[in-house]
C-alpha cells in the first residue's frame, strides 16, 4: 500500500439505525479519519426504510461510502456474488462485521475473495430466537467458520465473546468508547423546560430503540407502579424503532399518557440524561449497554437487568442491578433513590474513572487503529 493511500475498511451491518454499534462506530470514525483511515459500509438488511438518514448522511459527509446487496435469507447467491464482487472491485485491505454470529457467513466469503484482515466483532451476550436443536447446530457451525475464517476477533464485553465464540479468552475485550467531551460542557434544566415541566418533576429516562430485547413494557409497567405514589414522576424516552407506536399505545393503555415523554432520535444525549434523576435499563441481554456508560459519564443514578455485562459498572457507586423477575423491587428501589438527598460524583472523578477504564472514544479509537494498522504491515 502506498504511502498516502487511506486504509480502507468495509464495516459490515444489516441495517445502519441509531443503536450502540452505529454509535460506537461513529464515535471511532470521527477520531480515526484524521488518521488515514475510512470506513465504508456494507448493508444487507431487506428494508432499507429501517436506515437512519442522519446516520448515513454523518458517515456520508465524512468520506464513507454505502454498498448495498440482496438479503442473503432469500437470495444468498446474489448476495455472495454481489459481496465478493464489492470487495474485488473495491480492493478492500479489512472487513470489519458487526453481525455476531452470521460472521461465519461473511468472514468466509472475504477469506475466498482474497480479502487479508478479517475481523469479527461481538456485539450481543444472546439473542431472541430460542435455542432449538437446529439453532444449536447453527451456532456451533458459525462459530467453528468464525475461528477458521477470522484473522482478529473482538467483543464489547466478556459476555458477547463467550455467546459468538464459545469462550471469552481467545477475543480481546474492546471498550465501547463514548464522547466524553459532550459531558464536559453541558448545564442542567433545559429539559424541564423545553417540556413545560415544573421545575422540582422527578424525570425518570431511559435510551434505546425501540425493539423488543430493550423491554419497553416493563420499563412503563414499572413506572406506571411508581407513578401510582407519586404524581410528579415523568418517564423520558429516547429514540425510535419499530415498536414506537406499540409502546405509545400501551402508555395509553395504562393510563400514563399525559406523564411519558417519546422524544424520538436526539443528538445532544448528555445534555438530556444531565436532567434525569434516574436512568432504567432493563433490557432482556445486551453486548454492554453503552447507554449505561453514557448515564454514569453524566452522574445519573442508574437501574438496570442483571441480564446486563458487569463491565459496564464503572465503579462509580451509582448502578445497580436487579432481577426483571422481580418488577417490585424496582419500583421500591426507585422509591428509595428518589426520596434520598443525592450529590453526582465530581466530572472530575467521572472522566478519570472512564479514562481509567478506556470507555473513552480517544482510547478504544487508539486500539482499533492499533490493530488496523498492525494487521496490514
Not at 444487507?44 to 468520506?63: C, E, L, N, R, V
Not at 475481523?119 to 475461528?147: C, D, F, G, W
Not at 448528555?270 to 436512568?279: H, T, V
Not at 456508560?293 to 453524566?298: D, K, M, R, T, V
Amino acid at each position: 500500500m502506498e504511502q498516502n493511500q487511506p486504509i480502507k475498511i468495509l464495516h459490515i451491518l444489516k441495517n445502519i439505525q441509531r443503536g450502540g454499534v452505529e454509535q460506537f462506530l461513529l464515535n471511532q470514525y470521527r477520531i480515526l479519519k484524521t488518521k488515514n483511515i475510512r470506513f465504508d459500509f456494507c448493508l444487507y438488511g431487506p428494508d432499507t426504510s429501517k436506515d437512519d438518514a442522519y446516520m448515513i448522511q454523518t458517515f456520508q459527509s465524512m468520506g464513507s461510502r454505502f454498498f448495498y446487496l440482496p438479503y442473503p435469507n432469500k437470495h444468498f447467491l446474489k448476495f455472495r456474488n454481489a459481496f465478493k464482487h464489492t470487495l474485488k472491485e473495491q480492493n478492500y485491505q479489512i472487513v470489519h462485521c458487526h453481525q455476531n454470529l452470521f460472521s461465519g457467513v461473511i468472514l468466509p466469503i472475504a477469506k475466498a475473495a482474497q480479502v487479508p484482515v478479517r475481523i469479527a466483532h461481538a456485539h450481543t451476550s444472546k439473542e431472541r430466537k430460542n435455542l432449538s436443536v437446529p439453532r444449536k447446530a447453527y451456532t456451533h457451525l458459525m462459530r467453528r467458520q468464525i475461528k477458521r475464517a477470522s484473522t482478529h476477533v473482538l467483543g464489547a464485553s466478556y459476555a458477547a465473546n463467550k455467546f459468538v465464540f464459545g469462550t471469552k479468552e481467545e477475543a480481546e475485550f474492546l471498550p465501547n468508547g463514548i464522547e466524553l467531551e459532550s459531558f464536559l460542557k453541558v448545564s442542567e434544566q433545559s429539559l424541564r423546560k423545553e417540556l413545560g415541566l415544573p421545575s422540582d418533576s422527578l424525570l425518570i429516562g431511559h435510551v434505546g430503540s425501540f425493539k423488543q430485547i430493550k423491554n419497553h413494557p416493563f420499563l412503563l409497567e414499572v413506572f406506571h407502579e411508581y407513578s401510582l405514589q407519586n404524581q410528579n414522576a415523568h418517564l423520558i424516552l429516547i429514540g425510535d424503532g419499530e415498536e414506537l407506536q406499540k409502546m405509545k399505545e400501551y402508555a395509553e393503555t395504562l393510563g400514563i399518557k399525559r406523564k411519558v415523554h417519546f422524544l424520538g432520535n436526539r443528538e445532544e444525549i448528555a445534555e438530556l440524561l444531565i436532567d434525569l434523576d434516574l436512568f432504567l435499563f432493563p433490557s432482556l441481554f445486551e453486548g454492554l449497554g453503552i447507554s449505561l456508560i453514557e448515564a454514569q459519564a453524566a452522574g445519573i443514578r442508574s437501574l438496570a437487568s442483571n441480564t446486563i455485562p458487569s463491565e459496564v459498572d464503572l465503579g462509580l457507586g451509582i448502578l445497580r442491578f436487579l432481577d426483571l423477575n422481580q418488577p417490585e423491587d424496582w419500583v421500591e428501589t426507585i422509591k428509595q433513590l428518589l426520596s434520598e438527598e443525592y450529590t453526582k460524583p465530581s466530572i472530575e472523578e467521572r472522566c478519570k474513572i472512564i479514562q481509567t477504564k478506556g470507555f473513552n472514544s480517544e482510547s478504544s479509537a487508539e486500539r482499533l487503529q492499533k490493530i488496523y494498522e498492525e494487521a496490514i504491515r
